[in-house]
C-alpha cells in the first residue's frame, strides 16, 4: 500500500509539471495586470514601461515561467548594477508577490482559505447530510408520497440560479424578517465588526450563505444515493440478509448503505478539492471573504501571481483527493486491493 | 436528519436574538463595493484605496466641496501673494504647521515630505505611478517646517497634483534599508501610524477595516469615534445594506436604485469626479474609418447619437448629458451646450460629404468603401446597450455599425500590448474618462502622444493632431496664474468641441448616498472625508 501511495505522488509530479506549463502560458492571455492597475483610468504611459521592466514582464514567457518555478536569485536582473533578482521561485515556497496588494501571493491565499473552509466544509457537511437523507428515504419508499415531495423540492431548489437563491434567501430573511420585526440574518460579510469574531457571529452570519450553496446542490447527490440505493436494496445479498431475519435498519445502514455508497464517494473526492476555490457568486452577494471572491478579484487585475497560486493549490488539491478517494475504496469494498 | 437543521436553525436565531449590540461611542459605517488593494497611497491607484487612506495620510492641503484648496499640513496655501510660489512659477515653498505629530507621537515635518519623495523616486521600489514627482527638478528640506519644491519651468497643475499623500518617514526608513525596498512591507496592509483623522484598529481581509479617531490629527479629532469601512461586491446586497442602514455612506451604486434609496430617505447627491462617459473618434489616416478624417461625418454621427434618450431611458434621468471634458469645473466652456439629436441634420450632412447609398443596401458608400464603423467598448451593460441603440439610431442614417466588445483589462491595454483602442483598431469607441483631475490638463488629444511602434507609450487614442490645440495645452502648462488658465481652457474645450474627436455623452459625476443618521456631512470626489472631523450622528 505504502508503495502505491509513493507511486501514485510520483507520478502526479510531471502532471503538477505540466499543468503549470499550461495554466502560466494562459495566464499571458488572460490580460495585462499593467492595463488599469485598479485605477479608473489607465496609467500613464512612462510608469506602464517602468513597472513592465521592474515587475520582469518584459522577459519571454518562458524566461518568466523560469523565474516562477526556480526563482530569479541565481540570475543578474539587472545589468547596470550587476544585482540578482529576489525571487526564490514555487519549487522553495515563493509564489512571488502579488501585482495588487503587493504582500506574498500565499499570505493573500491563506487569509482568504480558512473562511472559504468555514462556508464550504458546513455547506458540504449539510449537502451531504440533507442529500443521504433525502436520497436513502426516497429510495426505501420509491413511488409513495413522500418520495415525489422530496424529488420535487430537491429539483426546484436544483433549477434556481444561484445568484436568485442568493437574493431570495436575503430578500426574506434578511430584509423583510428586519421589516416584520423578526430575527432577522446578516446581509453581508463574516461577523459584525462590533462583535467581533465569535464563534456564535460567524455561525449566525453562514446561515444564508450555507443554505444558499445547500439548497442548489442537493438534488445532484440525493438523485445519486438515491438511484444506486435501488439498484442494492434490489440485489440478491440484501433479499439473503432479510431472509436470514437481519432487522431491516441493519440490513439497510450496513449492508446496503455501505455498497451503495462507493459511487458518492467518488463524486464527493472529485467535489472536495473545488471546495477550496470557494463558490464565487454566494462569496460575492453575502460578501463573504473567502477564495471565490478572491480568484474574480485578482482575475481582474490579472494579479498572475495569486491566480497561479490559488490554481495550483487546487491543482494539488484534486491530485490529492483523488489518491484519498481510491484509498478510501479499499476500506468500503474488500474486493478492490492496491499493490 | 431534517429535523434536527430545523431545529438547529432555531437555536442559531434565538441566539442571534439575544446577543446585544455594543455601543462605544459615536459610530458610523461606510461601504465600498471593492476592498481598497493597498493602504498605502504609492501602490495604489484603485479609487477606493484613495479615499480609504485619506482617512490615515494627510496632505499639504485638501479640498473642500467646490475643490477650493484648503491647508491641512500647511499653514497656509503656496500662492504667488504669500511668497510660496516663486515669480517665475518654478519653485514651491511650503510652510508646515509647527508641532504636528504622527498617531505615536513621533513628530511629523519636512523630513517625511522628502522622505516621501525619495520613496517614489528609487528604483528600489515599485510605486504605480511616479507622478508627480518625476517632474520635480529638486526637494529640499532646509528646517523642519520648510520644504521646497523646485521645478525646470513654471509649473501650471501645482493645485492638483503637489498635494500628496505623505509618508512615514520614522516608521519605513528602517524597513527601507534592512529589507532593501518597500513593496512587501507589511505596513501597506497593517499600517501602523497615521497622520489623518483616523487610525487604523483592525483590518480583516475581504471583509472591513475599522478605525479610531486619532488623537493627534492636525484639524482637531472627529466627533465619530469609531469609523468602520466594510465590502460588499454585489450591487444588490450594497444597495440593500444602505436601504436597511447597515450602511451609513455608500458611493458607485446603479443610477437605477437612486430613486428607491431617496424614498428611504438616503440623501443621494452627485458628486464631480472629473470624470465624463464619451464617444472617442480614431481620425488616423491609417488606422481609422477614412469617412472619419472629415468632421462633418464625425459630426454627423454625433448628431445620430441620441443622448438625451440615454441619459433618460439608460441613467434614469440621473446623470444627465454634458458638453464638455471637463463638466460642471471651473474649466468648463460655459457657452457649450449637448450635441443635438437631430437624425436628419446627420442624413444632409453625410449626404453632403458625400456618402451616398449607392448601391441601395441600406448602408452609404463612397469611392466603394461602406460607411460601416466599428463601435468598440468594455463589457459593462450599460456600453453594450449603448451599442445596440447606436446601431438603431445610425441604421436609420444608412451608417453600419460593427460591435466590438472586450473585457476592460483588455479594451484598455496599451499601444505594445496590443490594445485594441491605443492600437487604433476601432472607428468609435465609448468609455469614461477624466483629465488629471482636480487639474485639468490631459495628455489625450496632443500631437505627440500619437501611438506608434516608436512610440508605443502615447494616450492619444484617438490618434488626433491639431497644432493649433498643442500649443494652447502647452501654453496653459506654464501658466500658474489660475484666471488666466482657466481661459485658456475655455478656448480648448471650444476646439475639441468643434472637432469632434470627443463627444461627451454624459456627465459621470459619482453618486453618493449619506443615510439618514448621519448628520453634517460634506463630500468631493476626491477626498471623501476632507471635512470628517466635522461629521456627526444622530441619536
New interface residues.
Partial sequence: MAQYIIRRLLQAIPLLFLISVILFVLMQSSGDPLATLGGREPPRAEDRIRLKRQWGLDQPVLVQYVYWLVGNDWVVTDPATGETGTRKGVLRGDFGNSFVTRQPALKVIADRLPNTLILMLTAEVVIIIMSLTIGVVSAVKQYSLLDTVLTAFSFITYSVPVFLMALILMYIFAVNFRKWGLPYFPISGMFDPAKGRTFQEVAWHLVLPVLTIALISIAGYSRYIRSTMLEVINSDYIRTARAKGLSERRTLFVHAFKNASLPIVTLIGLDLPFLLAGAVVTETIYAWPGMGQLFINHLTRSDFPVLMGILMMISVAVVVFQLLTDLAYTWLDPRIRYT | ??KK?LVL?LV??????V?P??AQGK?VTVSWT??P??LTPM?????F?GYTNGLLFATAWDYDENYNPVPVLLTEVPSPENGGISEDGTTFTFRLKEGMLWSDGDPLDSADFKFTYDMYMS?QN?P????PF?QFASVEAPDPTTFIIKFDQPYAPWVGTLNYKVLPEHILRPIFEEV?TL????F??QPTVSSGPYVLA?Y?????M?FTANPNFVLGVPKIETL?V?????D??YV??L??G?TDLATFFPASEVQALRDAGVDVRLIASG?NEGLFFNVSPERGHPALQDVNVRKAIAMAFDRFSISEDLNYGVLPPGSSFWEQTPYENPDLEPVPFDLEQAAALLDEAGWTDSDGDGIRDKDGVKLELRFAATTRQIRQDMQALAQQWFGEIGVGVIIQNY????????Y??G?PVATGDYDIATW???PNFPDPDTVRFQCDQVPSDEN????NWNYFCDPELDKLFEQQRVTTDYNQRVEIFHQIDQMLYDQYVWVNTWYDADLWGVGPKLQNVRLNGITPFFDVVNWDVSE
Fill in positions: 436528519m431534517g437543521y436553525l442559531l436565531l434565538l441566539v442571534g436574538a446577543v449590540v455594543s459610530s471593492q476592498e488593494d493597498n501602490y495604489t491607484t484603485m479609487t484605496a528604483d515599485t504605480l505611478t511616479r507622478a518625476d532593501g513593496d512587501g512591507a507589511e501597506h496592509r483592525e480583516s481581509p475581504g471583509s472591513f475599522r468602520v466594510t465590502f460588499i461586491p454585489d444588490q446586497a440593500a445594506s436601504l436597511a447597515d470624470y473585457e476592460s483589462n483588455v479594451f484598455f491595454n496599451g505594445a500590448e490594445g469614461s474618462s477624466n508605443p507609450a502615447g494616450d
